[in-house]
């Protein structure tokens, strides 16, 4: 079955400096993979995913990650953060072993000092 | 913009009560979820229904029961409201007809429970 691990409860980068939130997967057949944001009192929004194709997936306010088989990760890459980034982020994970249904990190809250 | 409700946003109820959660959507999305979510701890989901009539239970063991008579409403009930569903419930829905497992869901708010 797969299952998806978020490395850090919580983050903490200086505003300006590069953001990285690391995600590894488990997953027997190739995985979709999905990165999702949420915002105090509000629900998650989708900020990229990785379905097929290019490994390096580009997603909303200046968000990506690369898609690493090898390494089974799927790590969220910002190089400078700003303080609206400040919120919680979470890695998902479907697959066909699954019935597709997606499966959720624990999350990553990020914090950026000023 | 994603256009999905849920209501109530907060609930303080005694245990023993009935409750309902109420979720809807204006995309026309054929699936739609509930998770649970407590601080620091994955996101669990508890029911799904891939289209009108059809309900499934999720990964985690639930006391609560959804309906999904209409396309856009999937409320969640709990019978008898306990201290142990204190907790926030997200609603999400899906739709697009792309490869299976590849959909974005769209989240509504939460409702966030507090049973005495």
């Known amino acids: 079955a797969q299952s998806v691990t978020q490395l850090g409860s919580h983050v903490s980068v200086s505003e300006g400096a590069l953001v990285l939130l690391r995600c590894n997967y488990s997953?027997?057949?190739?995985?979709?993979l999905f990165w999702y944001v949420q915002y105090p009192n509000q629900g998650l929004q989708l900020l990229l995913k990785?379905?097929?194709?290019?490994?390096l997936v580009k997603g909303i306010n200046g968000f990506e990650a690369e898609f690493k088989k090898s390494e089974t990760s799927f790590h969220l890459t910002k190089p400078s953060a700003h303080m609206s980034d400040a919120a919680e982020y979470f890695c998902a994970v479907s697959d066909r072993t699954g019935g597709f249904k997606t499966i959720f990190g624990a999350g990553t809250r990020l914090f950026v000092k000023a | 913009e994603a256009d999905i409700y849920q209501t109530p946003r907060y609930l303080v109820i005694g245990t023993g009560k009935k409750i309902t959660l109420e979720c809807s959507q204006t995309?026309?999305?054929?699936?739609m979820y509930w998770y649970q979510q407590d601080p620091g701890m994955e996101l669990h989901l508890i029911h799904y229904s891939y289209g009108v009539n059809s309900t499934e239970k999720g990964d985690l063991s639930s006391e609560s029961t959804v309906s999904r008579i209409r396309t856009e409403h999937f409320p969640l009930t709990l019978e008898s409201a306990r201290p142990s569903h204190t907790s926030q419930y997200l609603c999400?829905?899906?739709?697009?007809?792309?490869?299976?497992?590849?959909?974005?869901?769209?989240f509504g708010p939460g409702t966030r429970l507090t049973v005495l």
């Open positions: 990785y379905t097929t194709g290019a490994t």
């Open positions: 995309m026309g999305h054929d699936k």
């Open positions: 997953s027997s057949v190739p995985p979709y």
């Open positions: 999400a829905s899906s739709g697009g007809g792309g490869l299976a497992g590849t959909d974005t869901q769209y």
